[in-house]
């Protein structure tokens, strides 16, 4: 804190600017002892005449999970006082000129902020940032070289998200470079850096929770915008590390939709990447980059959707639909084959259904030659639109796999493709729709039907 | 200061057993199988022996000798935990240009801060363990680990074997799953062996103690598929639907007892294993320093200290306590080691940082 982030806090376009724009107070929560000591150190000076600010001594001995704490009680105090709340984290320096957007953001109507960031190694890093000036300076760091400084001393915690690495670790991140000009960063989701409490409702780590919509946020795209470092000590976290697995769209999927992290606008925030860079840009091989960038992301967001709809199924008598969506999702090309962004509809067969399936029928699907054709099945069961329901008349619809579904809806029934069908539910999994079907919709030639579930 | 450990006979014990393995570093790896490990124990307790003024029991010995395994088993984990994180810095490296800052990570902590690999420091530290305590099952399972990656599939499958049957450390975490994730790399190897029937067994039994492996998971219900067990791989598949996490069992350290810990600043914190710290003064002998969960009996030791007082000591206990004539590879190898214990010594003093 001494060392690198109030240097760098406290640099003209930060902080001070923050507060030629606006009442800052910064509140520290610390030890008794520690305020003592804070306040000796020569840039405590400087930040006392910049903002106000206000300690919080309220624990001798605070365990781990203080700081989450503290930080909840915080937003509560300031949403009480109608204020904006930021995040500024002890251990980590800041980009000249990041505060003073932060006030541009907040002008221009936004929310909340969210930012993209570096780990870095504390042993090696700190002591070269702190080297950038005499004790008690301030230390403006622009952000073409906070972002060289964050790849030379860049954390294995964030190379391990590199799409080509060798070891992964469980992730949110994935990171593509940009030869000679810096990094392509992408996020599941990110951390608010700064956000209005009286409008804005986090989750337990700060993400956006609910009553707001990706328009409200100002997501930071380019380095040049904000950008921050944030120290660990090199062995932090090994145990965490997957040896001999390079993070996949799977992991970030599977991430994404654990209780923690899970949030309505996972998707919104996935599908924007953030550009960090040493200084000029040369166009051509960073969207090179991004396509590939989006190409991963995008099958990341599907494989959430997937995952989504398979958890939805549970206990909805849809075990066999169930097991073809994981073989499927997980041993064909699935996810590539996607191509859709955008709501969908899927018209999941029930257990009943299978049983109109010849012996073996659905069993031959899984095996390893019959992927395409279970690729295809899985995808002629979805429409890209959130079909309205209840059916009114009649209706087509076109496959994500090329196929149709013909849906003719009257007072004698529901028919699908021409045989009747009964729609036993409708399960909302937004902005997806699940619709649970008694009988299989789809080509013969993909799945036989016995003769007499033809009967209809 | 405390000391975690006070004996100064665990002491002098670590620093003869230390230099007999560095007898071995210049010349060949210090094992190469069950055989190995046992001459490196028995050379261990002669020494053990020599520098005693009078034997201790049987039981005592192995005891120390236990105390000893621990020491050099954590200072294996740490090189070993540098050895992965380097390999993840690598292939980020290889994708940047000369526009590039290099990584500091792969430039210096591989290059320069130590004179061997990380690879071979954590193998020799390991045999050392197992030399020490043959039947060290997170030992057997660390070997195990870097005998797979450098493509040793047999010798893995072995030592694997050996960590799956020995008793783990009566203090194994419960999330490091230990027993079971040893042998899911028995039957990995096997797997990619070609011994098909035997894999299956394998893993069946490494799923009767944990029915999710994480991310690892997906090559058993892949090789179900591929083996046209579809019903058993469809389960497979479906099972790893849902995030589920291993830890990486050759880095969740057991909770170690009272005598295998590192030693404790006054504040009682544990000293960095990075740093060389004089942490006990030896009538007339020297002083002991604490430096990679090594205990280096330095004599006449000053303070404070510097690589170069370090190197001298080092160097004239070696001859005086061993009498083995050194190398000048040897040598060389142990002035780089020093100075990079006292480069980060003095790296954590100028942070401000606390020992770990």
């Avoid at chain 1, 206000?54 to 624990?59: L, N």
């Avoid at chain 1, 008690?136 to 622009?142: E, H, R, T, V």
């Avoid at chain 1, 972002?147 to 964030?158: A, D, K, S, W, Y």
């Avoid at chain 1, 029930?350 to 109109?356: G, R, S």
Wanted: hydrophobic share 45%; charged share 25%.
């Amino acid at each position: 804190m001494e060392r690198a982030n109030l240097p760098t806090l406290l640099s003209p376009q930060n902080l001070p600017a923050l507060a030629r724009r606006a009442k800052v107070r910064y509140r520290i929560a610390t030890t008794a002892t520690d305020r003592l000591r804070i306040m000796a150190w020569p840039i405590f000076e400087r930040l006392s005449k910049t903002v106000e600010v206000e300690f919080v001594t309220e624990r001798e001995a605070p365990d781990i999970t203080y700081h989450v704490e503290w930080h909840h009680q915080s937003i509560a105090t300031a949403r009480a006082e109608g204020a904006f709340w930021l995040l500024v984290p002890p251990d980590v320096a800041w980009s000249e000129g990041s505060f003073a957007h932060v006030a541009d953001a907040i002008e221009a109507g936004k929310l909340a902020i969210a930012k993209p960031y570096l780990r870095v190694i504390s042993e090696s890093c700190l002591p070269e940032i702190a080297a950038l000036g005499k004790r008690g300076d301030i230390i403006p760091i622009q952000s073409g070289d906070l972002v060289r400084i964050g790849v030379r001393h860049m954390h294995p915690l964030t190379s391990s998200a590199f799409v080509l690495g060798r070891h992964g670790r469980p992730s949110l991140e994935a990171i593509w470079r940009v030869p000679g000009e810096g990094v392509v960063f992408r996020h599941m989701v990110r951390e608010l850096f700064a956000f209005d409490p009286t409008r804005i409702t986090p989750t337990h780590l700060w993400y956006a929770g609910d009553g707001c919509t990706i328009g409200d946020f100002h997501i930071v795209t380019d380095s040049d915008d904000m950008f921050m470092l944030s120290f660990a000590p090199l062995l932090k976290e090994t145990s965490l590390y997957n040896s001999n697995h390079a993070v996949t769209p799977m992991d970030l999927a599977r991430q994404s939709l654990h209780p923690m992290n899970d949030t309505p606008l996972t998707s919104d925030f996935a599908r924007r990447g953030a550009r960090l860079h040493y200084g000029p840009m040369t166009e051509v091989p960073w969207q090179r980059v991004e396509r590939r960038a989006d190409a991963f992301i995008g099958r990341a967001i599907v494989m959430r959707e997937a995952l989504r709809i398979w958890t939805a199924l549970s206990g909805r008598d849809c075990s066999q639909a169930s097991r073809l969506i994981s073989v499927a999702l997980q041993s064909t090309a699935l996810a590539k084959r996607w191509r859709h962004d955008g709501p969908v509809t899927v018209f999941v067969p029930n257990d009943a259904a299978f049983e109109q399936l010849e012996t073996e029928a659905s069993r031959s699907l899984l095996a390893r030659e019959a992927a395409s054709r279970l690729l295809r099945v899985a995808l002629n069961h979805i429409v890209p639109v959130a079909c309205e329901i209840p059916f009114r008349g009649q209706a087509n619809y076109a496959t994500l796999g090329g196929g149709k579904i013909r849906v003719d809806a009257s007072p004698a029934g529901l028919r699908l493709n021409g045989h009747e069908t009964q729609l036993v539910e409708t399960i909302e999994v937004p902005p997806n729709r699940i619709l649970i079907v008694d009988r299989w919709i789809i080509d013969e030639a993909d799945i036989p039907v016995r003769a007499a579930a033809h009967c209809s | 200061m405390h000391v975690g450990k006070s004996d100064s006979f665990l002491s002098d014990a670590l620093v003869l057993a230390w230099q007999m393995l560095a007898q071995n570093d210049a010349d060949s790896p210090p094992y190469d199988d069950a055989g190995e490990f046992s001459l490196l124990g028995d050379r261990y307790h002669q020494l053990l022996s020599l520098d005693l003024a009078e034997p201790l029991p049987i039981e005592e010995a192995v005891r120390h000798a236990r105390a000893a395994a621990v020491a050099f088993f954590r200072a294996g984990v740490v090189r070993h935990k540098l050895l992965l994180l380097q390999e993840i810095m690598e292939r980020f490296d290889a994708k940047g240009d000369v526009g590039d800052p290099p990584p500091v990570l792969s430039d210096r902590a591989g290059k320069f801060a130590y004179s061997d690999s990380h690879k071979d420091a954590a193998e020799r530290h390991y045999a050392a363990a197992v030399a020490l305590a043959p039947d060290f099952a997170e030992a057997l399972y660390n070997l195990a680990v870097l005998a797979r990656a450098s493509g040793d599939r047999e010798k893995a499958l072995r030592l694997f074997r050996l960590a799956a049957g020995a008793r783990p450390h009566p203090g194994a975490k419960p999330h490091s799953h230990f027993v079971a994730n040893a042998l899911w790399n028995v039957a990995t190897l096997q797997r990619e062996l070609g011994l098909v029937d035997a894999a299956i067994d394998s893993y069946m039994r490494a799923l009767n103690l944990l029915d999710n492996f994480g991310v690892h998971h997906l090559e058993l219900a892949t090789f179900l598929h591929d083996l046209g067990r579809l019903d058993e791989a469809a389960m497979h598949y479906e099972r790893i639907m849902p995030y589920s996490h291993l830890y990486a069992a050759e880095f969740v350290e057991p909770n170690y007892a009272e005598d295998e810990r590192q030693p404790l600043d006054p504040a009682g914190n544990p000293l960095s294993p990075f740093a060389a710290t004089m942490i006990q003064k030896i009538d007339g002998r020297g002083c002991i320093y604490y430096w990679w969960h090594l205990y280096l009996l330095v004599p006449h030791g000053s303070r404070p200290i510097d690589a170069a007082t370090l190197e001298r000591s080092w160097l004239s206990v070696e001859t005086s306590l061993v009498d083995v004539p050194l190398r000048r590879v040897r040598r060389w190898r142990t002035s780089w080691r020093l100075r990079a214990a006292t480069s980060l010594e003095a790296l954590h003093h100028q942070i401000g940082m606390p020992g770990r």
